[in-house]
């Protein structure tokens, strides 16, 4: 365990910061508060007008944190200069590894498109062997895939890169057979197989990209700052092409930057960890971040979803230091391309960090992570908050627009009581929400046109500020919709429904009409409904409140339009949404487009006509052995085991490939015996027509 007791200069530092936060976020919170008590028809005298400032409160604070991280960020990019930025640690002319120093890349996939994720590793694979260093790093894809046909596919892949690279020795491939914990339970499977053999392992997903010259200066970095545990990289978002990927690798290219240097700035040594394009010092991961299985049953209880904030928050418990390399470039991931993607994901992270705040509580952490985790739980709960406070606001006003107003109340006074209404007081409250909301985004825009002069590289000045002006329309727009899903999420799941974990959705496919009335039907009619009573009751509270419920109605085309990749071709065309990356566009990822479009380009039939990677692994004798090799040794299995995967093998030989199940190919393809087996009895068959099942033309 690190020493916990020599504070560092840094957390001094970071104590101003955060106190200096805290005091400016409350201030303007009660300010906020006290104004929306002073605009409500009865100055927040009755119970539900006091729920309603308590929740506008709530909401203003959490919104307030982003801001005032935001201005720290852009005064930080503004001088160019942080006396505790990490990357400054190494000399960028400096590409030399010491030798006995060993670092593993972890490429955790499940389920995914073999083609993009060894692709990718390709890419990373060549970029970092032009540095010279590839002798310093090994490579392991570590596939918790359930279903048969890309299982065997991910072998098939390995094989022909391993081949192509000469790299048998330098990328590994491993497949699990029950995926315990998931992707940490995955990451932890590695570290007590092989991660005593490591100093470092580099995390990546399925999408990562990172070039040669960044995991290089990562090693080097964890080399010159003994004390680091965790060094998170802030990774960029390309290579989609639907419209509302667009709009997000462009919110992230602009805004994404300030606001990591905000987080910087109050954070520095108790920071995040986002689970991937980060790299971790084994020894005392393996030591100190094993996650505790919290009491009672999903969703709740359990196994911890969202592990990475965990893993964060246990470094820094044994003293070890958990930074955000904000500053260093080269680190690149792929977001979801379509609305639905976007909210399937996050109703799995709504989740993980909900049990977030089971943790807050937990003896020896930093008060710095006590406040990521009720931060994250905030990052959806903020919604539901959001919904109460429309919905009781709502309620208030078609409560004062049917009730009859008392103007001579109980009691002996000398004047009637009117109604006071102060508009500007409203307004200057609508006007602090905008700023709040809106300066951040704006100061984001000048550090890029003014201080770091990059506007050519969004299209240009004028296509740069009307992608700003567009991406502010999208983003109110989705904001509703995203609302209302998030709120559904936090309340199934302190009602205890359990979240499904299936593989996130990678290519540019769209959304189709029937699948987004089966999503979006219910909002629909809820902004509907809402819009319908306002319009009846109280007029002008209808027209304040149309940004919200419009969008509502109109997520179906919303949802459909936007996940379009034509549309968003469209608007790339028009120099909008554009990013860096794509005006100049660095080696790795041009290589990476090259790859994919050659596989694209020449893809033929697979061996023997058939596409299903099952049907490859029986009928193929090269797939055959390869799969057999990469399995454990044959055991001896029970008696009843064995018997009824002998009445699989008959099945699938007297019946084809199309009358097993994916359970029953997953067991018979665990069975090296048996596939041996199949493999032999499948080309004797004399029946012609069931040898064409098998893909067997004669």
């Given at each position: ?294 009491p009672g049953k999903p969703p709740l209880g359990g196994e911890i979803l969202s592990h990475d904030f965990v893993e964060a928050a ?385």
């Amino acid at each position: 365990m690190m020493n916990k007791v020599l504070r560092q200069p840094w957390e001094k530092a970071a104590r101003r910061r955060r106190i200096t936060l805290l005091f400016l976020i409350i201030g303007s919170t009660v300010l906020a508060s006290s104004y929306m008590a002073d605009v409500l028809p009865q100055k927040g005298t009755l119970p539900l007008e006091r729920v309603i400032v308590l929740i506008f409160g709530a909401l203003f604070a959490w919104i307030s944190i982003g801001f005032w991280e935001a201005v720290a960020g852009f005064f930080t990019l503004l001088r160019r200069y942080d006396q505790f930025i990490i990357t400054r640690s190494v000399d960028e002319q400096d590409t030399s590894i010491p030798s006995d120093v060993r670092t593993a890349i972890l490429i955790p996939i499940c389920n995914e498109d073999a083609d993009r994720v060894f692709a990718g590793l390709q890419v990373t694979y060549q970029s970092l062997q032009a540095t010279g260093n590839l002798q310093a790093f090994d490579f392991f894809v570590l596939s918790d895939t359930g279903n048969p046909d890309l299982w065997v596919a991910e072998e098939i892949a390995w094989a022909t890169l391993c081949k192509t690279l000469g790299a048998f020795n330098r990328i590994f491939y491993r497949h699990r057979r029950i995926n315990v914990k998931r992707k940490s339970g995955n990451i932890a499977d590695f570290c007590r197989r092989w991660g005593r053999n490591y100093r470092y392992m580099i995390v990546f997903d399925a999408d990562s990209i990172m070039s040669g010259t960044t995991l290089v200066r990562m090693v080097q970095m964890m080399e010159r700052n003994p004390r680091v545990g965790i060094l998170q990289t802030a990774p960029m978002a390309v290579n989609r092409e639907s419209l509302i990927a667009r709009v997000q690798q462009f919110s992230n290219h602009v805004y994404g930057q300030m606001f990591v240097a905000g987080l910087h700035y109050t954070q520095l040594g108790d920071s995040h960890f986002w689970g991937h394009n980060a790299i971790i010092r084994v020894a005392p991961f393996i030591e100190h971040c094993g996650l505790p299985q919290l009491p009672g049953k999903p969703p709740l209880g359990g196994e911890i979803l969202s592990h990475d904030f965990v893993e964060a928050a246990l470094m820094r418990k044994a003293g070890w230091e958990v930074w955000l390399a904000y500053g260093l470039g080269g680190s690149y991931e792929e977001i979801p391309p379509t609305l639905l993607e976007e909210l399937t994901r996050d109703r799995r992270w709504c989740q993980g960090n909900l049990q977030h705040l089971r943790l807050l509580f937990t003896k020896g952490l930093f008060p710095a992570h006590r406040a990521l985790f009720l931060h994250g739980a905030m990052a959806y709960g903020s919604a539901l908050f959001w919904f109460l406070f429309l919905a009781f606001s709502t309620s208030e006003a078609i409560y004062e627009a049917v009730r009859e107003p008392v103007y001579f109340p109980q009691g002996r006074t000398l004047f009637p009581d009117w109604p006071v209404w102060h508009p500007q007081w409203a307004l200057t409250l609508l006007a602090t929400t905008a700023v709040i909301l809106f300066l951040p985004k704006l100061l984001s825009v000048l550090v890029i046109i003014i201080k770091q002069r990059r506007a050519r590289l969004f299209g240009g000045p004028v296509r740069f500020f009307l992608s700003v002006m567009a991406e502010v329309l999208f983003s109110s727009m989705f904001a509703p919709v995203r609302m209302l899903f998030h709120s559904k999420f936090v309340f199934v799941t302190l009602l205890g429904r359990q979240v499904g974990w299936g593989s996130p959705q990678r290519s540019d496919r769209g959304t189709g009409w029937l699948e987004a009335l089966r999503f979006h039907g219910t909002g629909m009619v809820i902004g509907l409904l809402w819009a319908a009573a306002l319009f009846v009751y109280n007029r002008s509270f209808f027209w304040w409140n149309t940004p919200i419920f419009i969008p509502l109605i109109l997520s179906i085309p919303l949802s459909v339009w936007s996940s379009r990749a034509s549309i968003g071709r469209v608007f790339r065309k028009l120099g909008l949404f554009v990013i860096p990356e794509e005006i100049d566009q660095p080696p790795e990822l041009q290589q990476l487009n090259d790859i994919l479009q050659q596989k694209k380009a020449s893809r033929s039939p697979l061996p023997l006509g058939s596409r299903e990677g099952f049907m490859q692994a029986v009928v193929d004798p090269q797939v055959n052995v390869l799969h057999r090799s990469l399995l454990r040794s044959e055991r001896t299995v029970a008696a009843s085991i064995a018997r009824r995967r002998q009445e699989l093998q008959e099945k699938a030989i007297m019946k084809g490939p199309g009358s097993l199940s994916i359970k029953e190919k997953k067991e018979l393809l665990s069975d090296p015996q048996c596939m041996n087996e199949l493999h032999q009895r499948v080309w004797e068959l004399p029946d012609r027509k069931l040898a064409e099942q098998w893909g067997i033309v004669t």
